[in-house]
């Protein structure tokens, strides 16, 4: 079956796009996607930053510049009136700024050289996706207060905690709000009072037992690290929970990349079907490195026969595999296009956009501009969906 056509030009193009949010599992390509997309639209005049989430320093490379950090750099290169930044997502210098934006120096200062703070910031689960949020949050206000860009394109990590960052206001939430950080962060709160005259002498065993078991100087950087950030967490949720808000608003996308394989597209219906339950606006399914055979070419049966005819006579050996590898390359396409079309019999509504595998990595922007113009030509690869018409 033929899916509908995912027209990425027009979606790029259009002024109220304002976030687009690419996703998938890992090795699929999706940062250069995102790159690609992100150069293509600043090319149409677009001011676009892209945000990778991915620690791989794929976009830096494939920009020309020699490292990405938690500031956007401007992009050289770019043609027409348009501009570009890129970026890559710094957690723990983000989740930094965080505390010292929305408390007093001394208070910032005791959360940041708190051990406790610093081994959250650093790799608690689900700190990367919040703060993710959190620098997208960031990133969209000072769209609007400096009109700075126009087009925010987000490159999230490769796997299924691309998604995690749905969840992440609820989960710091339940994190802060849970049963057990209460306990630990009593001590504090009953200090100057007493113990037992706030939790009881049931909670005086139980705070024994657990000094016992993680000793008082973590009981202690834990307590001090919950106290001082008791004040400013609050901010921190009702941002993330505006930010999630923000993810649902019409000039918002999501867009699937995946490869014509089948852990790749059972992934990719998970990304689509997780995004439908959320309500987020999904543009398509990205379906990317796709072999596709040369149009009006010999059939298998063809190739193969004619390889095997060579063979025999022992004559033209090149010859011979040419056609031996062009017959591979149709079962190869054969097979991914089988996987597509169950892909698409599963989600019928979903627009797809196919792009063909390139001969050689992509490495600079002429790599990235031959993407995203291979992107957006998808008439010249309807022959994928159906060889009757090639």
Known sequence: MTPPSLDIDTILRDESTRILVCCGSGGVGKTTTAAAMALRAAEMGRHVVVLTIDPARRLAQSMGLTELDNTPRPVPGVSGEGSLDAMMLDMK???????????????????????????????FAGTQEYMAMEKLGQLRARADEEGTWDLIIVDTPPS?????????????????????????????????????????????????????????????????FVQALDSIFGGFRKRAEATYA????????????????????????????RLSEENMPLSGLLLNRVTIAPADS?????????????????IHPETAAVLAMHAETLRAEGRQRGLAEHFCESHPAVAVAVIPALAADVHDLDGLRDIGALLADQPDHESFWDPATA
């Open 93 to 123: 210098r983000t989740f930094d700024e965080l505390v010292e934006a929305h408390s007093d120096p001394e208070r910032a200062r005791q959360v940041l050289d708190n051990p406790f703070y610093q081994s959250l910031s650093s790799s």
């Open 160 to 224: 299924r905690s691309a998604l995690d960052f749905l969840d992440a206001p609820n989960r710091l939430g339940s994190f802060l709000d849970g049963r057990f950080i209460k306990i630990l962060s009593a001590p504090a709160k009953g200090a100057g009072r007493g113990i037992g005259k706030v939790f009881g002498a049931g909670f005086s065993i139980v705070f024994g037992s657990l000094n016992k078991v993680l000793g008082t100087q973590l009981l202690s950087d834990v307590s001090s």
């Open 246 to 273: 923000l993810l649902q608003e019409p000039g918002t996308y999501f867009a699937v990349v995946a490869a014509p394989e089948a852990d790749a597209l059972r992934e990719a219906s998970y990304f689509v079907e």
């Open 298 to 314: 010999l059939s298998v049966a063809e190739a193969t026969d004619a390889a095997a005819r060579l063979d025999e006579q022992e």
